[in-house]
């Protein structure tokens, strides 16, 4: 199956069937959650899928849940809808907190999980896709689980990003947190959104059998031909005061909320002529630092600092080189795109960042910086060191992870619709009256 096959030939295709056991006929309905507690990137990676499925030939009504406020900046296509829940964050050490609300982080887990399981309760999905946490942040998708496998109309996928963290790591969080019996009671499937050529999971974390049973891989996440979100409308470089000529060096922090070191050290650079600068600081971002940012940018023209754009693909083809953290987003964004990036990964308190920078370090598509390493000198040397812009190999990188997806996807529903439609007919004559 593909992104340009005829509606009429998926096997998922609701068209006509009429009710099956007084399910809705006319949209699939799918779910999908992020707890969202350090940055976006788990909420704009849930985004990127359910643009796939709202533009593909698959009939289908989407619910995003997620704790991301920020949510609330993006402009959304019909068929597709966010619920925002009260907020986590995660302090410097890495333990959940409460964000905004002066409640304890129980009484927050508690109210979470009560709009989580009333949201999809009225919902009703056919396919709910957990983003990283099979038990959601704090166990806080128990009762949905229980209640939707209970109810059995729902096909229930984890999504797992290419790297998690260190192996010792998650092998002990995994068993702390009971995951394994929880893909084992509740999971149909495990979508893997990565290649196993670059970093193998079922190898690297020693899953058991019935965690590896259940995994497919997509291949990478990307945006490619897929709308974007902006409600601002940014669709021109020109708004940022970029004129045509000029070379474009981009510094991203993805949430921003650790990135004030990188931050601070690429403002203090004297960019070439020619050159405009733009540091795209996060909504995350400590405000104390972005004063200084902004402080730094009055006095240098070329030099901007935005805070928080919905749509950055323009600025991510636009710019010539980027310097980033090593979140998925933005990492294989930038390498599918063929730029030149300097990696200056997160290395606490998890090393999912480092790991990854690592592997594309050694396939020659990335150079990494290490934190430690970080100053306006070193990041002057690389942005005016001579290069040639890295190409991916595509025979080497599966990026066909969007596409991929939507085959999944359609066999999972083609299943359900088969399943459902032998149960109708094996209902007594006098239960259809």
């Known amino acids: ?27 699939w309905h799918i779910a999908l959650y992020s707890h969202d507690t350090v940055g976006l990137g788990h909420m704009r990676r849930n985004m990127l899928i359910a643009d796939a499925i709202i533009s593909s030939k698959i009939p289908a009504s ?17 068929g597709m809808d966010w619920l925002t829940l009260p907020s986590f964050q995660k302090n410097a050490q890495g333990t959940y907190q409460t964000r905004s609300l002066d409640v304890t982080l129980e009484e927050l887990v508690a109210l979470r999980s009560k709009i989580i399981a009333s949201a999809l309760d009225s919902f009703a999905p056919d396919v709910f896709i957990v983003d990283k946490r099979p038990r959601g ?13 209970a109810r059995g109309r729902t096909r229930l996928v984890l999504g797992l990003r290419d790297v998690l963290d260190d192996p010792a790591r998650i092998r002990q969080e995994w068993c702390d947190d009971e995951n394994e019996s929880a893909v084992h009671d509740f999971y149909d499937a495990i979508w893997v959104y990565g290649d ?10 020693g899953y058991p059998a019935s965690v590896t049973s259940k995994i497919r891989h997509t291949g990478y996440l990307v945006r490619s031909g897929l709308r974007n979100f902006s409600e601002a409308g940014y669709a021109e470089p020109t708004q940022l005061g970029i004129e045509p000529d000029e070379r474009v060096v981009l510094c991203t922090m993805g949430g921003g ?12 650079i004297s960019f070439l002529p020619k050159t405009k600068a733009v540091i795209l600081s996060g909504p995350f971002m400590p405000a104390h630092v972005e004063a200084r940012l902004r402080s730094l940018a009055a006095d240098n023209d070329r030099l901007q600092v935005i805070h928080f754009l919905s749509d950055v693909d323009w600025l991510l083809k636009r710019a010539d080189a980027i310097v980033a953290m090593g979140g998925y987003n933005t990492v294989w964004e930038a390498v599918y795109l063929g730029k030149r990036t300097l990696i200056v990964p997160r290395v606490h308190p998890r090393q999912e960042q480092l790991i990854r920078a690592e592997r594309l370090q050694h396939l020659g598509l990335v150079e990494v910086l290490p934190p430690n390493a970080v100053t306006p000198a070193a990041l002057s040397a690389w942005l005016n060191r001579a290069h040639s812009s890295p190409v991916p190999e595509k025979k080497l990188i599966n990026f066909d992870g969007c596409a991929n997806l939507l085959q999944y996807l359609g066999e999972m529903l083609g299943d359900l619709r088969l399943n459902r439609s032998r149960q109708l007919e094996r209902r007594p004559e006098h239960a259809l009256r």
């Open 137 to 149: 942040a704090l166990r806080e998708l128990d009762a949905s689980l229980e209640s939707l496998r």
């Open 196 to 205: 196993p050529a670059l970093y193998d999971q079922a190898k690297e974390y």
């Open 1 to 27: 199956m593909g992104l340009g096959r005829d509606q009429d030939s998926w096997p998922c295709s609701r068209k006509n069937d009429g009710r099956v056991n007084g399910a809705r006929t006319d949209k």
């Open 257 to 268: 909320q650790d990135g004030g070191l990188l931050a601070e050290a690429f403002a203090q």
């Open 62 to 78: 989407v619910l995003l849940i997620g704790g991301a406020r920020e949510a609330c900046a993006f402009s959304l296509p019909h």
